[in-house]
């Protein structure tokens, strides 16, 4: 099973870009690594997903490095609206028990 | 508009009591999932299915029980042998080649 770890809460000011990092030592060759954003009192909501290398969509981007035990998510210019919690998810869904949600990283943005 | 859809957004238990939450989707998706979180806490997976008229236990199963007898509903019963019910409760939703979730709004249970 492949875990990750987080970071529990990051700060940052508004126009500032924001990088949080999951590791995930135990990654199997088959898993992917998607980020998911979560709004109180709201489902979570997909990012980006990656397999290795760098992804980059219209609103974050992804980097991975060659050895896939850690990925680290980066938003650009964050606004007060960015504020949530953000997961990293390892699995590839083939049993959904490796699709493990951790305690996620909750990120405030600062006026 | 293509999408899962959960109800109710609040629903209240009484002791002794099962209820049921829907969770219909429209994506022509194969696989659904039932989560449960907390709060303060990630997701903890109940129960999934991947396909029609099967499904399988997650991490959290006892006191809960579901059905799949239609790719497009996935209902979720909070049974009486389920001690603490109260938490927030997230149906998603999956293509059958993809890695990627839809959730749904869910449902936030509470116990009279």
């Known amino acids: 099973l492949a875990k990750t770890t987080q970071p529990i809460s990051m700060d940052s000011y508004e126009g500032q870009e924001v990088n949080i990092t999951c590791s995930h030592n135990?990654?199997?060759?088959?898993?992917?690594i998607t980020w998911y954003q979560q709004f109180p009192s709201q489902g979570p909501r997909f990012i980006i997903q990656g397999y290795k290398t760098k992804v980059t969509n219209e609103v974050a981007s992804l980097f991975i490095p060659a050895d896939r035990k850690s990925s680290t998510l980066s938003l650009p210019r964050v606004s007060l609206s960015d504020t949530a919690v953000y997961y990293c998810?390892?699995?590839?869904?083939?049993?959904?028990?490796?699709?493990?949600f951790g305690t996620g990283t909750r990120l405030t943005v600062i006026p | 508009d293509g999408g899962i859809t959960q109800s109710p957004k609040y629903l209240f238990r009484k002791e002794g009591q099962n209820v049921t939450l829907s969770c219909e989707q429209n994506?022509?998706?194969?696989?659904m999932y039932w989560y449960r979180q907390d709060p303060g806490q990630g997701l903890r997976l109940i129960y999934y299915?991947?396909?029609?008229?099967?499904?399988q236990k997650g991490d959290i199963a006892e006191g809960y029980s579901v059905s799949r007898e239609k790719k497009e509903s996935f209902p979720l019963t909070v049974t009486s042998a389920q001690k603490n019910p109260t938490a927030f409760y997230l149906c998603?939703?999956?293509?059958?080649?993809?890695?990627?979730?839809?959730f749904g709004s869910g449902t936030q249970l509470s116990v009279l």
């Open positions: 994506l022509n998706h194969d696989a």
């Open positions: 135990n990654i199997a060759t088959n898993d992917y």
């Open positions: 998810l390892v699995g590839d869904r083939t049993g959904a028990n490796n699709l493990f």
């Open positions: 998603a939703s999956a293509a059958g080649t993809e890695e990627k979730l839809f």
């Open positions: 299915s991947q396909i029609v008229n099967d499904f």
